[in-house]
């Protein structure tokens, strides 16, 4: 008798489960819409989700959220000094610039990763809560992006210890920090739904940021790059972002058009599939987690 009621209420529960946030016979626009709609009326569980995760991730240190400061700082005095040597570079010039390509690719590794696995880390809340599969890729991504613009305030900082001089291009910084976060929450959102199906991703995924990190100029200027590894370069999606935060950071105003169009672009079209993607199996994450 008891196993008949177990079984009763659990098929009450995957009924209730499916009606939470209901994708059925949607079309793609309407879908949007309704994503919009429900992470709109979600923002203050999306504003206590982002900071209660930042204040458990340094609940235990003593300096607490001030590490968001301090570890980019001393990592960049660290390998600033090492590869200046081995670059024959002013160390001062040269932490600035490895800085500069250092915080956007170090955010995009750790928004990816993160959003990748934000699915299956929050399943409870999935099962349990009304809040669209969306939600989740956003925290995590948000969460990233909080501790990025910390990292770039502490490059100012130590950007104007040194007497480094601002440019106009920082003005330009919040649109290139729009396109970088588009790109970053279009990934996650992709690779998490992929995760809820095979979880080896998150370590390919270390792996191919690892191997990124080498074919991306941080340590090096572009013009250092072999001519015939130029293709192998190009191919590279994270070198785009890179490059344009980067030389916008050291007011660099000659970017083009094309510097500006290919991110974007790439960030609407994943943004684009994301979603496609996420429509199409909506219904089916649940019963996977």
Not at 65 to 93: C, E, H, T, Y
Not at 107 to 117: G, H, K, P, T
Not at 174 to 185: G, K, Q, R, T, Y
Not at 236 to 252: A, R
Request: glycine share 4%.
């Amino acid at each position: 008798m008891n196993q008949v009621v177990f079984q009763e209420k659990n098929i009450e529960d995957q009924k209730s489960t499916q009606i939470i946030f209901d994708t059925s016979n949607l079309g793609l626009i309407e879908y949007i819409r309704k994503n919009i709609k429900s992470l709109h009326n979600s923002r203050y569980a999306l504003y206590f989700f982002v900071k209660n995760s930042l204040f458990y991730r340094y609940r235990r240190s003593n300096l607490g959220f001030l590490w968001n400061l301090l570890n980019p700082l001393l990592m960049m005095v660290v390998m600033g000094a090492a590869f200046a040597m081995v670059f024959q570079r002013d160390i001062k010039s040269y932490m600035i610039y490895l800085f500069a390509g250092l915080a956007p690719f170090q955010f995009l590794n750790s928004a990816i990763v993160s959003a990748c696995m934000s699915m299956v880390t929050n399943e409870k809340f999935i099962k349990k809560v009304s809040l669209p599969k969306i939600f989740f890729p956003l925290v995590s991504v948000t969460i990233e992006f909080v501790n990025f613009i910390f990292m770039i305030i502490s490059l100012y900082i130590v950007a104007l210890f040194i007497g480094a001089k601002f440019h106009s291009a920082i003005f330009l910084l919040p649109v290139a920090f729009l396109i970088l976060f588009i790109f970053s929450f279009a990934s996650g959102t992709i690779l998490s739904i992929c995760y809820v199906y095979f979880r080896d991703l998150g370590n390919i995924l270390n792996v191919i940021f690892r191997a990124f990190f080498y074919i991306t100029p941080i340590l090096y200027p572009e013009d250092r790059v072999p001519p015939s590894l130029h293709m192998i370069f190009k191919l590279n999606p994270l070198n785009y972002y890179v490059y344009l935060v980067k030389h916008l950071i050291l007011g660099d105003l000659t970017l083009t058009t094309t510097d500006w169009i290919i991110p974007t672009l790439m960030a609407i079209v994943l943004m684009i599939i994301g979603l496609v993607f996420l429509m199409k199996m909506d219904r089916n994450i649940v019963y996977r987690l």
